[in-house]
Structures are given as structure tokens and as C-alpha cells.
């Protein structure tokens, strides 16, 4: 088990280390251990302590929680198409971030707007989907749909009668950039934690796989777990959102590319999750920085662009 | 023969005064406020410059700072030596990188169109920056001169900005008492967007007579249906293209005979980035729409 833990820990690792070194200006190993050890140019140090090292620290830390969220929102809805953004929390996050843009506020506003609009998001669907009788996985994802849908509806209008020139700044944020991350730590601490807090339950989410009535048969307090994931993942989301905008794809299919190879015990998958996403983010937040530079592309492009053939790969090889 | 010892000595403390000043010059701190209030000083004249936008890359220019200018943004077109400048991303994403690695010692922004994430990273960095967004005539001449007091440029930017000034001044004299004339200017076709009276564009039609028939309206650049314009009906629409020859944005309007515009054949079209741009270039292109304007109202 803890074999592929240490691949992935490893590969984690190389990716920053490329991630540090590539940019507009590329920084050679050796001038990077130079900074390391404190010492250096001056321009060599503002670049990685201000500019790299943040970026890469948030990038890999959005990974990571969008990665768990997506296997834990797979988990509990029983839904292998489930990812962080289906019960609508990335539309909730979006129409506080853009509200905030067009009263003009700053980041650390913006940020904040984000999170408060991630809350009310969860709040709203569960309260919705907290109904009387039995409480289904169908019922929380239908619930979620439709607000999610109703949250596109006003992010459209914000996006119709907002002032032309923040319009790109808007639609930037849609497309998802880690370069809006100013400090990686809330998110770092929040995967960490997150982690640490969902291990112990580990267990009990590979029973609960099987079905809610086994799982009860079995020991398992099926309600408490469910609502301790839902929140969890809502958590894990909202601060991916408000750290990097609405990055697609990593929630979908992370979790899906390491069941394909390293099968679907959630003791393996969620810290592997964790570290693939994270490492997955990081290169494509590379290559963002660096494909067309000194143009920079959404990092959500590029994700799709590196996943999709990565995933269809290994569906191949896993017939 | 006392006299003459002092008035040596007056003439020594002269001549000191007059070889030492330039020494002197280059210490005094520079000192300018920009579009957003923000004062900056500099303790030398600015020698290596990046500008953000293609009206900051312009303006830099047009101060006499154009060999100063060190990096530039997508679309910096103008004059014909911006071509050559590095680019350091678009206006409304830099790359911050390129942009540190080529250690400027000022940053000319733009108030609204720079992202203020970027911004705000770059003021934590430490990075001198000047924000610009004329949006009157004055302002423009203002931003040169105050762009060339940074740069040391003086001689060649004030001189610009005279040039510009006295310009406007005599065209605005010249239609003083133009008879007026409703205009509609198109700023984009798919959405249609206008702009009202507080945009430059405005000020411009103003200047010549022209009565912008949405200039009451309370956003900058509003978004309107062709109900609106028709209702309006003005006598001449006019648009900015690529090189102020004629192009298919306003066949749009063809089909509507009844507007009056259409039916004199009012239809114009001024060069896009003169008229775009808050720039020294926005002489010429006032100069353009009337001319325009005084041949619609002869039809």
C-alpha cells in the first residue's frame, strides 16, 4: 500500500522541482539549489520566492482538493460522472467572486465573496435536498443539478451587464488561473487536514461503496458518514474555487485514472488522489506559464489537453 | 578695487552654479500624480521602461522616451519602432516573469484595462508604477508632460504636448459655431455598444458639432438594440476600422432606408486606433470626423 503512495510522493516532487526551474525565464538546478541555500541573484530570488514558489505551492495544493473532493463526491453519490463542481458549488463560488469584481473590490474580497458564495452554495442544497422520508444519493444530485444550473443562469446575467472592460477579468476567473493565488497556505492546510480527518473513515467509505443497506448491515452509521463526506468535499471545493477560480476536469478524472490502476480501496485512493491531482496541476500549470510565453493560458485548457489522452491511455490498457 | 574683487566672486559663484546645476538635476526627485491619485517620485530620470498597454506605449513615445522603453504588451503597434520592443504578455494578463526579469524601473498601467490582481502583485514587489487613463483632451497633454518630467524627457514632451494642445485648441475654435448635427458612433456591431458624452470618443464628437445621440445614456459604453438607434434616427453614423477604409460593420444599417443617415449616405469610418487610443494620434483623428461631420451637413 504504501508503495505507490512513495511513486506518486516522488513524482509530486519532481513535478515542483521542473515547475520551479521552467518559466519566461528558465532557472538551472544549480542556480536553483543556490536559492535554496540563500543565496543567489536577486532577480533569481524574487522569482522563485515571490512568483514561483507560491504559484507552485497553490497550484499543487488546488490539485490535491479537487482531486479528494472529486473521489470523495464519487463515493458518495455512487456516480462514476460525479465531480467537486456537479452540486453546484463552483456556480455559488462564481457569483460571489464576480459580484465582488463588479463592485470593484480587491482580491483579498474577492476571495472571500468566493468562499461566502461556496457556503451558501452547500448550505442551499442541503437544505433542499434535506427532505422528510428517504434521503437518496439521486435526490442530492438532482437537487444539486438544478441549482447548479440556476447559479449558470445568473453568472450569465452578471456576465451581460457588466462593464466591458472587466469582462476579461471576470472570464479569467470562469476559466480558472492560479496566478490569482496570493498565499498557498489556507489551501495547503486545508488538504492536510482534510486528509488527516478523512483516513480514520477510510474504511468505512470502502463499505459504503457497496451500498447503503450493506454498509448498515455492517456496522456502519450510514447518515453521519454521508453528511461528514458531503461537507467535507464542499469544504475541500470551496477552497480549491476561491484559491484558483473553477478549474475543470482534475475532480472528474483523477480519481477514475488511479482506480484504473491501483483499484478502488479508498485507503490507497484518497491520498494517492491528493498527490496525483496536485502533480497533475502543476505540470499543466508549467506548461500554461510556459507553452506560448510570454502568453499565458487558462490552466483548465491544459488540463483537459493532458488528461484526456492520459485517461483514454489507460482505459485502453486497462480492457 | 574692492568692487571688482566682489564682483569677480559673484561671477566665479556663477559660473560654479552654471557647471554644477546639471549635477544637480539629475538628484532632484521627479515627482508626478497619476490618473489614480497615486503621487510617485523618482530620484533619477526613468531608464528603463515597461509599458502596459498599447496608449501607454504610444504616450511614452510621443514624451520623448521612446529609446527608454524596454518592454512592451500585444498590439503596442505604434509608432513603427514599438514593433521591435519585447513583449511581456497582453494587457489583460502579463507575464510576470519577463516582465521582473527585465528589472524595470517603471511600470506605465492602465487604470481599468490591467488586471488589478497583477497590479497589486506588482506593488507588493516593489516596482515603480504609473497609472494613465486620459479621458479628456487635457489629459492627454497632461499625461505627456507628466510621463516626460519621469523620464527626463522634458524638452521633447512638453513640446508634444503643446503641439497637441494648441491643435484641439484651433479645431475646437474652427466649429466653435458648427451647426450641430445628431451622430450616432457604432463601437462595436455584435453586441451594439455606443458610448456616451464622458468618453473621449464623445468629447471628440462634441468638438465637432456633432450631438452624440446617446450621449445622455449613464454608462460609459452602453450596450443598445438597433430599436433605439432608429428611433434616434441620427444623420450620420460613424465607426472605427482597421485602416479608416470602408468595411462591412455598418451594412448592417443598409437595410433601414428610413434612417436619414442611410438615405444621405452618411456613413463613415475613421481609423480604428487614432480614435481608440488617448494619444497624440487623436488630433488627426479628430480632424477626420469633421471633415466627416461638415460634409453630412452639406448633404
Known amino acids: 500500500m504504501i508503495r505507490p503512495l512513495l511513486s506518486l510522493g516522488l513524482l509530486a516532487c519532481a513535478a515542483m522541482v521542473l515547475a520551479l526551474g521552467l518559466g519566461s525565464v528558465t532557472v538551472p538546478l544549480p542556480d536553483l539549489w543556490q536559492v535554496v541555500q540563500g543565496e543567489g541573484s536577486a532577480l533569481n530570488r524574487t522569482l522563485l520566492m515571490d512568483l514561483r514558489l507560491p504559484r507552485t505551492l497553490a497550484a499543487f495544493a488546488t490539485g490535491g482538493l479537487l482531486a479528494v473532493a472529486g473521489a470523495l463526491m464519487q463515493v458518495l453519490l455512487r456516480n462514476p460522472l460525479a465531480d467537486p463542481y456537479v452540486l453546484g458549488l463552483s456556480g455559488g463560488a462564481a457569483v460571489g467572486a464576480l459580484l465582488a469584481m463588479l463592485a470593484g473590490m480587491g482580491t483579498l474580497l474577492i476571495s472571500g465573496s468566493a468562499f461566502a458564495g461556496a457556503l451558501l452554495a452547500t448550505l442551499l442544497v442541503f437544505g433542499l435536498a434535506h427532505g422528510t422520508g428517504s434521503w437518496t444519493p439521486s435526490r442530492l444530485l438532482l437537487t444539486g443539478v438544478v441549482v447548479a444550473a440556476g447559479w449558470g443562469a445568473v453568472i450569465t446575467l452578471m456576465l451581460a451587464i457588466t462593464p466591458s472592460y472587466k469582462l476579461p477579468g471576470m472570464l479569467y476567473w470562469l476559466m480558472g488561473d492560479v496566478s490569482y493565488a496570493r498565499t498557498p497556505w489556507p489551501a495547503l492546510i486545508v488538504l492536510v487536514f482534510s486528509i488527516v480527518l478523512i483516513m480514520p473513515l477510510a474504511r468505512n467509505l470502502n463499505v459504503l461503496a457497496r451500498g447503503p443497506m450493506q454498509a448498515a448491515a455492517l456496522g456502519v452509521s450510514v447518515r453521519p458518514l454521508e453528511w461528514t463526506i458531503y461537507l467535507l468535499a464542499s469544504l475541500l471545493t470551496a477552497t480549491a474555487v476561491t484559491t484558483a477560480g473553477s478549474i475543470g476536469f482534475v475532480g472528474l478524472i483523477v480519481p477514475h485514472m488511479l482506480r484504473l490502476v491501483l483499484g478502488n480501496d479508498q485507503r490507497i485512493i484518497l491520498p494517492a488522489s491528493a498527490l496525483a491531482g496536485g502533480t497533475l496541476l502543476v505540470l499543466a500549470d508549467t506548461l500554461a506559464r510556459t507553452a506560448i510565453a510570454p502568453e499565458q493560458l487558462p490552466v483548465g485548457v491544459i488540463t483537459a489537453l493532458l488528461g484526456v489522452p492520459t485517461f483514454l491511455f489507460l482505459l485502453h490498457r486497462s480492457r | ?299
Not at chain 2, 522616451?65 to 520592443?85: H, I
Open chain 2, 1 to 299: 578695487m574692492r568692487v571688482h574683487r566682489r564682483n569677480s566672486r559673484i561671477a566665479l559663484g556663477f559660473l560654479i552654479l552654471i557647471v554644477v546645476q546639471p549635477l544637480f538635476a539629475a538628484g532632484i526627485p521627479r515627482c508626478a500624480v497619476d490618473d489614480a491619485g497615486q503621487e510617485l517620485c523618482m530620484s533619477a530620470p526613468a531608464q528603463r521602461i515597461v509599458t502596459l498597454s498599447p496608449g501607454a506605449t504610444e504616450l511614452t513615445f510621443a514624451a520623448g522616451a521612446g529609446d527608454k522603453v524596454v518592454a512592451a504588451v500585444n498590439y503596442s503597434d505604434y509608432p513603427p519602432e514599438a514593433l521591435k520592443l519585447p513583449l511581456v504578455g497582453s494587457h489583460t494578463r502579463v507575464d510576470m516573469e519577463a516582465l521582473l526579469a527585465l528589472k524595470p524601473d517603471l511600470v506605465v498601467t492602465w487604470v481599468t484595462g490591467n488586471p488589478p490582481a497583477q497590479i497589486e502583485l506588482l506593488g507588493e514587489l516593489g516596482i515603480p508604477m504609473f497609472a494613465i487613463e486620459p479621458r479628456t483632451f487635457e489629459g492627454v497633454s497632461s499625461v505627456i508632460e507628466r510621463l516626460a518630467t519621469l523620464a527626463g524627457t522634458e524638452q521633447a514632451g512638453l513640446a508634444e504636448a503643446e503641439r497637441f494642445r494648441s491643435g484641439i485648441a484651433a479645431l475646437s475654435e474652427q466649429y466653435r459655431n458648427a451647426e450641430p448635427i445628431p451622430v450616432f458612433y457604432q463601437v462595436w456591431q455584435q453586441p451594439l455598444m455606443t458610448i456616451n458624452s464622458d468618453h473621449l470618443i464623445g468629447k471628440v464628437l462634441q468638438l465637432c458639432g456633432g450631438v452624440n445621440v446617446f450621449g445622455d445614456m449613464p454608462r460609459l459604453v452602453p450596450r443598445i438594440s438597433a430599436e433605439v438607434v432608429l428611433q434616434a434616427d441620427p444623420h450620420a453614423i460613424l465607426t472605427g476600422s482597421a485602416d479608416g477604409g470602408a468595411d462591412d460593420q455598418l451594412d448592417g444599417w443598409k437595410h433601414y432606408s428610413g434612417l436619414t443617415a442611410v438615405k444621405k449616405n452618411n456613413l463613415f469610418f475613421v481609423p480604428a486606433s487614432p480614435i481608440s487610443r488617448p494619444t497624440p494620434r487623436l488630433l488627426e483623428a479628430t480632424r477626420i470626423i469633421c471633415d466627416y461631420l461638415d460634409s453630412a451637413r452639406e448633404r
